[in-house]
């Protein structure tokens, strides 16, 4: 049996050219970047050519652009130092956040004394833009802001440069939680009042492992991880040296793939979504399906039955590789944040669906899902 993979926004597979370029770092050109003598060096001139590249590709500056074990510790550093450093006592989030940034900021309140506060949604699970501005206006101690670029379950995107702009009229700090655009939107970071992003290899065919926090260089703050001077003094312990060659050489095809891999994973996106609706008239899209949304997400609420309640189990039982909404919990049991956030109680009437596109899936592909979602339900 043929496996058919639609759950992209979890995961990615890795380009072949992506690891043809990290080879030469997994075998022969071994060296610690940090080590005075020609096999370091190498090591060392690795890192530096792959900080340019990605700064070149986010219109940043190289010093600005630092590399992680991914979007979760990027999350981390971020949101803990603006709470300990750069004087955040509020922190502004949404319901509809990852976990890697909803469960931080509940401990680093705990532990630091800060008031959090959630955003109002709108009807298909958008930001109130207005509602955060009078939360901005009305805190009485500097704000953090944590909101992501796109949501990695409902595919909404925020207007990132709006929110960025609101921030910098109210002093705050913007952690913005870009995991799902990195690779797959132009960034353009001089002209954007971010003072934080993350990004996780992974979601765009890189390694895993392997993830970039982008830290304005107007901020200035402390490691998070002790014990070493990598990084330029901001991470300690030895680089992953081969994951941030293949993090580069990842970002640069998704750059030069990007027109023609956007329309064609966008017209996979609305066959599936029309398919579906053909079939199954009483489904629903969640989030905001045909406005601002990620083109590799489609989320769909099949209505609650004895037949549509296992409907996650069946279909990997079929060999489709889908999920019930974030990673975290594929196959859960439980009902998503996110979904419950937007429905309130009336998400356990749902059972919602994440599929989740590349530029290697097909048509053929979602005609047979399609075709055993009939059979399954």
């Known amino acids: 049996m043929n496996r058919i993979y639609f759950d992209n926004a979890a995961t990615t597979a890795l380009d072949p050219q992506v690891l043809e370029a990290m080879l030469p770092l997994l075998t022969e050109k071994f060296g610690n970047p940090s080590s005075v003598y020609s096999y370091g060096r190498e090591s060392r001139m690795a890192i530096e050519l792959a900080r340019k590249t990605v700064a070149k590709i986010l219109n940043a500056s190289p010093g600005e652009v630092f590399f992680t074990s991914g979007g979760t ?199 599936m979504a029309s398919e579906l609706k053909a079939h199954f008239p009483q489904i629903v899209f969640n989030g905001d399906m045909e406005g601002s949304s990620l083109y590799t997400v489609l989320n769909v609420g099949f209505p609650m039955t004895e037949k549509s309640e296992m409907l996650l189990y069946s279909l990997d039982m079929a060999g489709i590789c889908v999920s019930g909404g974030s990673a975290c919990t594929s196959g859960a049991n439980s009902v998503s944040h996110v979904i419950k956030a937007i429905y309130g109680e009336k998400a356990h009437d749902l059972v919602p669906i994440r599929f989740s596109f590349c530029r290697h899936n097909t048509r053929d592909e979602i005609d047979r899902v399609v075709s055993i979602l009939r059979d399954l339900i």
């Open 73 to 271: 510790e990027s999350a981390n550093t971020a949101i803990g130092a603006a709470v300990r450093e750069l004087g955040c006592k509020h922190i502004i989030t949404s319901p509809l956040e990852h976990h890697a940034t909803l469960h931080t900021i509940d401990y680093l309140a705990d532990q630091y004394n800060a008031t959090v506060s959630m955003v109002r949604l709108l009807d298909k699970g958008h930001i109130d833009l207005v509602h955060l501005e009078e939360l901005l206006a009305g805190a009485g101690a500097r704000s953090l802001v944590c909101l992501m670029h796109a949501n990695n379950e409902i595919g909404n995107l925020l207007k990132i440069k709006a929110v960025g702009e609101l921030c910098q009229k109210h002093d705050a700090i913007f952690y913005c939680d870009t995991v799902q655009t990195v690779g797959h939107y132009p960034m353009d970071l001089k002209h954007i009042p971010v003072h934080f992003i993350s990004a996780a290899a992974h979601k765009f065919h890189g390694p895993k492992g392997i993830g970039l926090l982008y830290i304005n260089e107007m901020v200035r703050i402390k490691p998070l991880m002790q014990g070493g001077a990598q990084e330029r003094n901001q991470r300690a312990g030895t680089e992953n040296i081969y994951g941030i060659v293949g993090l580069a050489k990842a970002l640069e095809m998704a750059t030069e793939r990007h027109e023609e891999d956007a329309a064609y994973i966008r017209g996979l996106k609305h066959y």
